[in-house]
């Protein structure tokens, strides 16, 4: 059973930066879709970047160029650096891991990338960020 555990979330004014972490434990063999998802209050959950196992990422167009998604093998932990923060930002975010199925490569395939890892995927917990003007 994999598990992901969020950190890094919190308060910041507009324009500052924070780094989420997602710790992963408990993968089985197989080639996994990393991501990080959000959701603000009244809001449907929406995809925010994700990662490939060959390294390939892909952005919502919300938050390319300000959003970077790493990940760090060797410590089993999935990053999001968010830099240039906006309060419409503001929103409970997740980390994802959905094993077998190809990472989205553009933004419109984010939908479906959401429902096959609601479906058949891993989710932590969230951690809260709240970008106030």
């Known amino acids: 059973q994999v598990q992901l555990v969020e950190s890094g979330g919190g308060s910041v004014q507009a324009g500052g930066s924070l780094r989420l972490s997602c710790a992963a434990s408990g993968y089985t063999y197989g080639r996994y879709c990393m991501g990080w998802f959000r959701q603000a209050p009244g809001k449907e959950r929406e995809g925010v970047a994700a990662r490939d196992g060959d390294g390939s990422t892909a952005y919502a167009d919300s938050v390319k160029g300000r959003f970077t998604i790493s990940q760090d093998n060797a410590k089993n932990t999935l990053y999001l650096q968010m830099n240039s923060l906006k309060p419409e930002d503001t929103a409970m975010y997740y980390c994802?891991?959905?094993?077998?199925?190809?990472?989205?490569?553009?933004?419109?395939?984010?939908?479906?990338?959401?429902?096959?890892?609601?479906?058949?995927?891993?989710w932590g917990q969230g951690t809260q960020v709240t970008v106030s003007s």
């Open positions: 994802a891991a959905v094993r077998s199925f190809p990472c989205p490569t553009v933004p419109a395939d984010f939908g479906s990338w959401y429902h096959k890892t609601l479906s058949y995927g891993y």
